[in-house]
């Protein structure tokens, strides 16, 4: 009776054990990106610098292949370099500048900033 009882014990222990091995023999060893994947891939690696809205649309038209991205990476660089920095941006960097001078740091900087900004 004990006999049966550990041969019953050592042929669940090795199929339980052989199980994750047999699997992971079955499966390939890397699985190889989708076609979108590698799409989605190729056109983050040509948007890199831009941001914000021109990097969506930019990915969103490599994705849909309806341009071809290193063209749509030259036009939406030549429209970020003629454009002029918008008044906030201005009005932060020279806020930015005069808290600077004035060694501001922590709270003062974060209340300066904020009541500079207001205007």
Do not use: W
Not at 21 to 28: G, K, L, Q, T
Not at 35 to 49: T, V
């Amino acid at each position: 009776m004990s006999i049966r009882i550990a041969y019953i014990a050592a042929c669940i222990a090795v199929s339980l054990l052989a199980t994750p091995a047999a699997r992971a023999a079955a499966e390939p060893e890397a699985k190889a990106p989708s076609s979108h994947q590698a799409r989605f891939a190729a056109c983050a690696h040509e948007s890199k610098g831009l941001r914000g809205e021109e990097h969506q649309s930019f990915m969103s038209e490599c994705l849909h292949g309806s341009a071809e991205p290193s063209e749509s990476k030259k036009e939406a660089a030549a429209n970020r370099t003629d454009r002029e920095p918008s008044a906030q941006q201005s009005r932060m960097k020279s806020c930015n500048e005069e808290a600077g001078r004035r060694s501001l740091h922590g709270d003062e900087r974060r209340a300066f900033m904020s009541s500079c900004l207001k205007g």
